[in-house]
């Protein structure tokens, strides 16, 4: 549920054609065909499904209509759904000190010099009908051959099958890679030196020394459903590392760490699958199933491997013994120098960690760098620690108290690698929280980071840090002097740092730039359609608002308000809060997103708002931990009350007439606030694949924020957060509960189970279920929003008219 950046550690140069990653609330609409992938008894079905698409009558303002009036054309649903209010982003890839390996429009893979600002054909389309298929595509690393997966078939969110085909740069020619005839792999990623590839098919590892020749087998245990090699089983791919790579090649190419996950112990869910009406293929449903560890139950064993890739010799790498009892967790791998591993071993409820160096000698040694506690909270160390290249120091982000009762931010550390337990020295400091650490610039003693700024977590800027004398400096903040102004920025360095792509994000329509040092060179992406687009309709108006909450802590509120409100109080306008809520989350920032709500505020003047509360992230430690072990209560207490103080304070907000939504934790949240709510603050309620029950989720996620399930933890922590306790709230209230049937990720039990507590107790609510959808509902998105949108007029139909 939770997401991260996971930096994989190798150096082969890849750009992602077509994202894979399946975003809750703003992803495109997929294609009117979908492809299921069963994995059944180690066989792999790929199914095909034709989307739902089905168009509602809407009682206020049509999604098919376009009115103009004097402030232009209104958004349109569409316009939402087939990604017309998307932005580019960067689509490119450094590989060398001033070199972009991109995908031109045309279909072209190109290399683009930043200093002659020139661009080079590696691949022209025409040179191989797989380019048309492709997902995905790298270097290697001497740069003779391209590697491109194609024939794509997604499994969960970051996992995939594919066929991957190598191309001679220099004749053109291809090859396709297999194991032992098998065609179909899971991964296949270069070396960092010259062009050995490593690869996984069948949950085994596959080592080929060069693209042209034959390929070693380095694991056989793998299985699928049980053992997994190098690459993650479902809850370490959605939890921990969140990518579908669990494989980290030495600096020079010689070694190969990876992980093993075991799932024998694992319990299975089972997902069932209707298949396409008419096909007698499914008279009788199918099922997928998966290896789901639950809150409380078996977790996979995890254990941390390196081959030496000249000999085929594989070394189990054991965890430190503080935690190796306590069913750990591999949260992070890398590399500090060709010969030494670090990894990041955490307890099973992640409040502590241990940070390793292995020494692989003969025998390896284990050296516990730190261990690091949080009593009052978790740990969030899910990213691996950047090196010095010399591998005696690293730095990572790790909370720093700030004193004077302000509470521990996140902050950039450094620590030595030949010293165990030294307390390691801050580089940053200061109530603001680091959000990544960019790159380490050892020649000019600067660390590059990006991080908000006091009092004022919506934003984030690119900065840099001396190691030596802690001066820093902001990159990016005089960008907010431009007309379009940006405060909230991101970076790619370049292999030598020399020079490095600059993302302004927002506020405005992004735009993306390639810098020389603190020089423009060019502009990269404009985004001119998205801008010709913004400017010739009717947007909302974004307001932020701050609000007290108890504790001294303050709400962050963002209001997206109709172009042509009367604030008044002489008109009221209905209000949408749109609600997530999880710990670290955040939805107040100054990012561009024009989605769903948008359109709601521009085309059907509905105010939407979003609130972070307590237990978010970006403001700090003390606000965050306070969810610490008891969610479903405070940052739903405040979603209430602060809705509550919107509805008093700005007068053209109808207090009769507000409603709330949300997505996964959100619609957890929100159905939680419509039933803790006793005072009529919120008219309707929508929960779309909602948690109900915190025993029924994983163990991963639902461990690191409330403990155990049992009696000598937090068995009353999971009680009070059960949804499904909480029916009675919902008596005589609009409620509309949505969820898909094959969602892998809160299971359609989830829904069923509470939508049964309410039958049996003869609660009226509306329910749409969609067959065969996963947790992003992607194909069925014009049925999806037409149906809430339907709901939403009938809530907000003024009674009094």
Known sequence: MSKRDSNNGNSNFNVEVVQSNQELISEKRRGRKRKIIMITGGTIVVIVAAAIIAALVILSGSSDAS????????????????GRLNPKSFNGSWISGNEIMYRSQNGDIRVYNADTRTHEILVPFHATPVLSRAVDFSISADRQFMLVAHDYQKIYRHSYVAQFTVINLKTLAISNINANGELILQLAVWGPVGNAIVFVARNNIFYQPSAASFSTQLTVDGHIGNVYNGVPD???????????????????GK??????????????????????????????????????PKAGTKNPVVTLHVVDLEVNSDVNLLAPSNVANQEPILAAVSWATKDTVSAIWMNRVQNEASIVMYNLGDPPTMLTVNTLKQNNGWLELFTPPKFSKDGSKFLIIHSQDQGHGAGSYRHITIYPTNNANNPGKPLTSGLFVVTEILEWDEANDLVYYQANMPNASEVQHVFTVSVNTLKTKCVTCSLREKEDSCSYNSAQFSKDLSHHVLNCEGPNVPETMIYSKNKLVDVWERNSDLRDLVRNVRTP????????????????????????????????????????????????????????GSY???????????????????????????????????????????????QKTLPYVDETRTAIWGWS????????????????????????????????????????????????????????????????GLRNKDYFLVHGTLDDNVHYQQSMLWSK????????????????????LGSVRPHLYHSLEQFLDECFIDNEV
């Open 234 to 252: 479902w809850v370490y791919e959605e939890e921990v590392l969140s990518t579908n790579q669990a494989l980290w090649f030495s600096p020079d």
């Open 255 to 292: 070694k190969l760490a990876y992980g093993k996950f075991t799932d024998t112990a694992v319990k299975i869910m089972t997902l069932p699958v209707y298949g396409e009406p008419g096909n007698l293929d499914f008279q009788y449903t199918k099922a997928v199933q998966v290896r789901y």
């Open 67 to 82: 009115p103009v009036d004097k402030e232009g054309k209104a958004l349109t649903l569409e316009d939402y759904i087939e």
């Open 600 to 646: 709601l505020a521009a085309n059907k003047t509905i105010i939407y708002a979003t609130i972070d509360g307590r237990g978010s992230g970006l403001k700090g430690d003390n606000i965050m931990f306070s969810l610490y072990r008891r969610l479903g209560t405070i940052e739903v207490e405040d979603q209430i009350n602060v809705t509550k103080q919107i």
């Open 665 to 728: 934790y959100g619609g957890f949240a929100s159905g939680m606030a419509l039933s803790e709510d006793t005072t009529g603050v919120f008219k309707c309620g929508i929960s779309v694949a909602p948690v109900t029950d915190w025993t029924l989720y994983d163990s991963i996620y639902t461990e690191r924020f409330m403990g155990l399930p049992t009696p000598a933890d937090n068995e009353k922590g999971y009680e009070n957060a059960k949804l499904i306790e909480k029916y009675e």
């Open 541 to 596: 108006v974004i307001e932020k608002h701050r609000f007290d909450l108890p504790g001294g802590f303050k709400a962050q509120v963002m209001l997206r308000l109709p172009s042509n409100i009367d604030k008044s109080g002489d008109t009221k306008y209905p209000m949408l809060v749109n609600v997530y809520g999880g710990p670290d989350s955040f939805q107040v920032v100054d990012r561009f997103n024009m989605d769903w």
């Open 757 to 776: 507590v309410l039958e049996q107790n003869d609660i009226l609510f509306r329910q749409m279920s969609y067959p065969d959808e996963d947790h992003s």
